[in-house]
């Protein structure tokens, strides 16, 4: 029933440099298929860490 409902494969996107997210606790907006802001959120946490590939 849900393939009834939805016509359309993309519910929302969102696209963040991961460089310019300052740690915390975020909201990050989310963005239809035309690239209007949508009333969607994402509700994130981000931390950070430095690590050395071998």
């Not at 740690?23 to 969607?40: E, I, N, Q």
Request: glycine share 6%; with cysteine; proline share 2%.
């Amino acid at each position: 029933m849900d393939d009834e409902r939805l016509h359309d494969d993309l519910a929302a996107w969102a696209c963040f440099r991961l460089d310019r997210l300052q740690p915390g606790v975020r909201m990050l907006h989310l963005y239809d298929s035309s690239g209007v802001v949508t009333k969607g959120v994402l509700f994130v946490r981000i931390k950070k860490a430095v690590s050395v590939v071998k």
